[in-house]
């Protein structure tokens, strides 16, 4: 992949899934990515405009099917939802040889790899058009060798409480407010979405577990390349029954000089939908955030910096109240830079860093 | 794999490896496993006997060659070494494909898949043997789904101070106590030696990342429909810098209801062979225990039930010495039950967990 490709014209497919607090994928690529998104595909939502949900700035018809958004003349069919386990709707299949029968190229995030898929490779060579999987791992396969950072680099982990409450957000509007304070800031991303915004990377959960580290580790070494504040994007949570070791592979890997906890407000659960009986409380955040502290010095000494708050669900001034609660009980600065940008979590770390 | 298969007639290759501390899979599979050892390849060693090392009851011959080792009529050529990043020596090729030639199967734990070798699948296909790839990851993709254990189950998980310290010998030690003590003992393989000894398993530091604590999971599922007391066999170390994250896959996979800390006596620091100026100091023994509580209970409770330690560098009077000290400065029951035996342990277990 190449970081300095030209812009797309993307059409998103997100059937069924273009909900707020969803399509976590489409919504990440919109907001995020350097690509012109022509249409989303989802008929539960169409006829609509990505406007409704996310401000005057996203003017991008929803449309009912894949033939509407053709019509706004796309080069790319980016499949714009991640499932549990990653493998690939049925109903879609028809749809995606579609596109390329119109020739399209076809950007998946999924698990299963539609490039190894026999029609759709086969539909693809005869259209002339290419399919690209970022979950696919690349084929570098080493173990972490303790490497130290680079003079004057400064590496930011985003870790959280659970999953999808905006880990990746936090790195992006982080790399952003460095950019804007005249730094080198640079996105590190370690999945299917950041890799889609950025244009490359690597989705870290489809590594070998026994490079993980040493994938984690080699990202940070690209990053440092491109910039001096390098924000990695985090993934699961140190506590997740499912993906806690995803979680402490780039915590170790990327040895972080300072971690950033993003926690939704009002979470209190791992959303385990497998075992509706089964109960997996969240940490208290102070005791969770001295946990990572612990855990990481393991292999090198690092801090939690900065809480960042996911108020998506309350109003402004019940934020901004919890968020001085959330200073107050952490003894941490505070913000929702999703909501109200990165600045003042990134003034903390360049104090903290300094 | 099948647990129930008749025993194999073997022959080891671990040219330049099958010396004391090292040769690990060899050595296991001499110890623990339930094949015939015919010879030991290994030019650097021959002519020389295995019972030189490991005591009288393992007479077998270390040869210089596959030729001399195949006058002892073997089956199978097992790989029986597992260099950094798993990938095979160019040098046994040839030996391979002799291997192959002369009708036996190939069991293999690297990391490249010899299967996969076109010159070694045609090979085998035109002689009609098998290649066994034990670190071959299983089709299954599933991520954790919470599982308990089932009533009356106890599962125990190894975990250690580093790498290639004894964890697999402990969970086997602690197997056969439990055997000897009529109950029905488990020994859950997630190494590819494991493997090799017990007929199943998974190699889960092959796992992709994502399903890693699905992978773990899931073993324990199969360890409890063989038996009431399941031994995990741990991987690596949770502060190891490379790998940490399937240490913890492991920890929050399994859900023990106990783990035993495996620690070699005078390990001071991690052998990181790649960047000899690196220091990654071990945690102390109390602290590092400490610290597994608290990280497994993240997920689910559990305790360091006992210590284990590598006593093989010392002499007995010294190594029940340090036994003693350790057990007063962890307050654990402690052992060596590799050299002595797992019952103690194993008394400890029972007390602890009833």
Redesign the interface.
């Known amino acids: 992949m190449d970081p300095h490709a030209t812009p797309r014209r993307l059409a998103i497919l997100a059937e069924g899934e273009f909900r707020p607090h969803s399509g976590k994928t489409a919504r990440g690529v919109i907001r995020y990515g350097r690509d012109v998104i022509v249409a989303v595909i989802d008929s539960t939502r169409a006829p609509g405009n990505v406007s409704d949900d996310m401000g005057e700035a996203y003017d991008i018809p929803i449309v009912a099917s894949l033939d509407e958004a053709l019509r706004r003349r796309p080069d790319t069919l980016l499949i714009g939802i991640a499932p ?3 493998r690939l709707p049925e109903a879609w299949r028809l749809a995606i040889l579609h596109a390329i029968d119109q020739g399209l190229d076809v950007h998946s995030g999924l ?1 299963t790899m539609l490039g190894d898929d026999p029609e759709f490779a086969a539909a693809a060579r005869a259209r002339g058009v290419v399919i690209v999987d970022f979950r696919r ?1 690349p084929d570098r ?8 950072h680079l003079p004057g680099k400064k590496v930011i982990l985003t870790v959280g409480t659970d999953c999808a409450i905006g880990k990746m957000s936090v790195a992006l509007e982080l790399t952003r407010a460095a950019q804007a304070a005249g730094l080198a800031g640079v996105f590190v991303p370690t999945g299917q979405t950041g890799m889609m915004i950025a244009g490359w990377g690597v989705a ?7 490079f ?3 994938t984690c580790e080699w990202l940070v070494e690209q990053g440092e390349a491109l910039g001096d504040w390098v924000f990695v994007e985090g993934q699961g949570s ?9 979680t ?2 780039l915590i ?2 990327t040895t972080p000089h300072a971690m950033v906890m993003v926690h939704r407000v009002g979470l209190e659960q791992h959303d ?1 939908e ?2 509706p009986d ?1 109960s ?1 409380p969240l ?1 208290p955040l102070p005791e969770f955030i001295r ?1 990572h502290e ?2 990481a010095r ?2 090198a000494p690092s801090l939690v910096a900065a809480v960042a708050l996911n108020t998506s669900t309350l109003g402004e001034a019940q934020a901004r109240r919890v968020i001085a609660e959330t200073a107050d009980l952490t003894g941490l600065p505070t913000d929702d830079p999703y909501r109200f940008g990165g600045e003042r979590l990134m003034d903390a770390l360049r104090a903290r860093l300094s």
């Open positions: 549990t386990g990653g698990h791992a396969t080493e173990t972490a060798v303790g490497r130290r870290v959960d489809r590594v070998i577990s026994d993980l580290n040493g140190l506590d997740h029954p499912a993906y806690s070791s995803v402490l592979g170790h890997g385990f497998h075992l089964a997996f940490q946990l612990q855990v393991l292999v």
